[in-house]
Every structure is written in C-alpha cells, then in structure tokens.
C-alpha cells in the first residue's frame, strides 16, 4: 500500500520558475526520502530528511517536514530543463521497508 | 559511486517461462530489493535481502521468488511468467538499514506475452 501520495500529480513550469511538490503520508515515519527519476530509467536519490529535522537544503533543493501534519515538500528553485523528471518521495518507518508513493511528473520547458 | 547493474534493460518472454532478473552492486551492501513500477502504482516491493540467504517478502510477493547467495548479487525469479508480470523491474541496494538511502538500477523492462 502506498504510504506517500505526491501532490500534484503533474506540473509544467517555465525554466527559471520555482517548482514545489507535496506528500503527505500516513503512519509515524523515520525519515522521509526524495528521489527522482528520468524517463524510462532508475531512480535517484535526492535527499533524506529525519523526523527530528523541519527543513534540509541541498543546491537548488529544498525539502520540508512537518511531521504534526504529516506532509513533506520539495523545493526546486531556478528550474532548468533538466529537472524534467518524476520525482517520489518515500517513507521509512519501523516496518524495515521504504515505501514509495505515485511521483510528480515534472515538466520545465525552456 | 555506487553502481548497481541489472542483467538486462528490455526483456520479452512468453507465458509459462521462467524468468532470472540479476542484478549487481559493487558497494559491499548488505541490503538488497526488488521493486516493481507500474503506471499509476507508484513503486511497489517485491522481496528484500539483509543478508546472503536471508530474504523478506515485500507488499506483492506473490508469483516471484528472490536468490542471494552471494552479497553483491540478488536475482528476481518469476516461476511461471504471466502477462500481469509486465512490468518496469526495479533493483536497489542500501548499507546497513533499509532506513538509509537507496541506489537503484536502470531497471529491466519486461513484457510477458
């Protein structure tokens, strides 16, 4: 069952906009993990951000927890043509298994 | 970096086959997973390893059986195919928990005819 459901499921922006992406999940978690993937290939992972932490940057990326709402968001700021991906977020609980939800299909058109 | 392999990238059987999906990783690992991505379904877990021999069912594991008799290789079996089994298959591998980051495979795409 999918713990995290992205929101939305599809977003077009223009190159240099800011692109922001939600989950939201539903038991107690670990952490919470970003990863995206390019079209037809494997996933990679972005950023894990723990229970304990509100907020975590990397480069252009910004990833959010609000652990009272169990929601989580993703900032990708400036956005090029090479962000055009899906990108998931995953949740690790003590259930030994990281589970993914449905993505957000990411377009930036230049 | 980590680099994890799969056996193939595009894999066509036919119904009753059976199919091995390999997959390698070079990074000494112990945990190990196969995933399976459908359109709409997201990511789901099939079987994961912790260990060499040691394996755990995932959400779906039902008409797959796994094999890990050596650390860096987890390989996905499908006993009889079956056209449901078409799919993207998806390995990934962690070091030490299942909490830490997962590096993945570019994936097999199989169509079971």
């Known amino acids: 069952s999918q713990q995290g459901e992205e929101d939305p499921q599809a977003l077009s922006i223009q190159e240099g906009e800011n692109a922001t992406m939600n989950c939201s999940y539903k038991?107690?978690?670990?952490?919470l993990q970003w990863y995206r993937q390019n079209s037809g290939r494997g996933l990679v992972h972005l950023i894990l951000?723990?229970?304990?932490?509100r907020e975590k940057h990397s480069g252009r990326l910004r990833v959010t927890l609000d652990t009272s709402k169990k929601s989580s968001s993703l900032l990708i700021t400036a956005s090029r043509a090479a962000d055009t991906a899906s990108y998931f977020c995953?949740?690790?609980?003590?259930?030994?298994?990281?589970?993914f939800g449905g993505g957000t299909r990411l377009m930036v058109k230049p | 970096d980590v680099k994890v392999t799969q056996s193939s990238r595009y894999l066509v059987k036919r119904t009753g086959e059976k199919v091995f999906l390999e997959c390698v990783q070079d990074m000494d690992h112990e945990n190990m997973f196969w995933y399976r991505q459908d359109p709409g379904l997201g990511l789901r877990l099939i079987y994961f390893?912790?260990?060499?021999?040691?394996?755990e069912k995932g959400d779906i594991p039902e008409g797959y059986s796994v094999s890990r008799e050596k650390k860096e290789r987890f390989s996905l079996i499908l006993e009889s195919a079956s056209t449901n089994q078409t799919s993207m298959y998806l390995c990934a591998s962690s070091y030490r928990r299942a909490s830490y980051e997962q590096y993945f495979g570019p994936g097999t795409r199989l169509t079971v005819t």
């Open positions: 390893s912790y260990d060499v021999k040691m394996k």
């Open positions: 995953a949740t690790y609980d003590a259930g030994n298994m990281l589970t």
């Open positions: 951000i723990r229970s304990n932490e």
């Open positions: 038991t107690s978690i670990n952490n």
